[in-house]
């Protein structure tokens, strides 16, 4: 049977590792490249803050290509769209139509990336899709990777977990409103070893420093959030 090859969508985070190493372990597909999306400016991948130096030193320990697309500082939906469309015509030449994320629950983001791949005649495929966070959160650390935490609402998740590792005790810890994998964006990873790894990436914790950002809300409310961000390096 002919493998269904795949770029794998790469935050550098553990949803996304954990969902490679499922996919690399799956007989019907090949996991052929990566792509992350950076901020133009910035070099960093969005709210996991990741610099695009240790992205690169994933994609290399994992052996695999690591395609790189960038996005306006602006947040501008319609400039990343074209960004995405752009990457899409690039695969489409190599003969890969199927893009894989490590989403697990959020129905509209799943909806989105749906509605956009198959306007292009591309499928999505989600390895992690409706399983049991906690469950899951378990069996990541059980497989032997390893991740920090990278960044964090400030809201939600004290200033001393930011930079630590995601373990058992990390987890322990967790107010019983936050979902044990972040699904709602409560916090951020970065992996460094793993079963997907060839070799551990050398990374620690520079300093913590904190950013607010600005949200309108659908009632047209403006809103602050402050997050935490691990400088690693």
């Not at 969902?19 to 799956?26: E, S, T, Y």
């Not at 609402?153 to 810890?173: Q, R």
Request: net charge negative; hydrophobic share 35%; with cysteine.
């Amino acid at each position: 049977m002919k493998k269904i090859k795949i770029s794998m969508s790469w935050s550098g985070g553990k949803d996304s590792a954990f969902a490679l190493w499922k996919l690399m372990n799956d007989p019907r597909y090949e996991v052929v490249r990566l792509h992350t999306t950076f901020g133009e400016e910035s070099r960093r991948v969005g709210m996991h803050g990741i610099q695009e130096s240790l992205i690169e030193k994933q994609a290399e320990s994992i052996g695999m290509d690591l395609d790189k697309i960038y996005y306006p500082a602006s947040g501008d939906n319609k400039e990343y769209e074209t960004a995405i469309n752009s990457y899409l015509d690039t695969l489409k030449t190599e003969g890969i139509e199927t893009i894989a994320y490590g989403d697990i629950y959020l129905e509209d983001l799943k909806a989105y990336r749906e509605q956009q791949l198959s306007k292009r005649d591309f499928k999505a495929i989600f390895p992690l899709w409706k399983k049991d966070t906690a469950q899951t959160a378990r069996d990541f650390i059980a497989a032997g990777f390893q991740t920090l935490i990278c960044a964090a609402d400030a809201d939600l998740i004290e200033e001393k977990w930011v930079g630590s590792i995601f373990n058992l005790e990390f987890l322990k810890n967790l107010p019983y409103k936050i979902d044990p994998c972040g699904e709602n964006g409560e916090f951020h990873t970065f992996c460094y070893d793993g079963p997907i790894f060839q070799h551990p990436i050398a990374v620690s914790k520079k300093q913590t420093i904190s950013k607010s950002y600005h949200f309108k809300t659908d009632e047209g409310k403006e809103i602050e959030k402050k997050f935490w961000f691990a400088e690693l390096g």
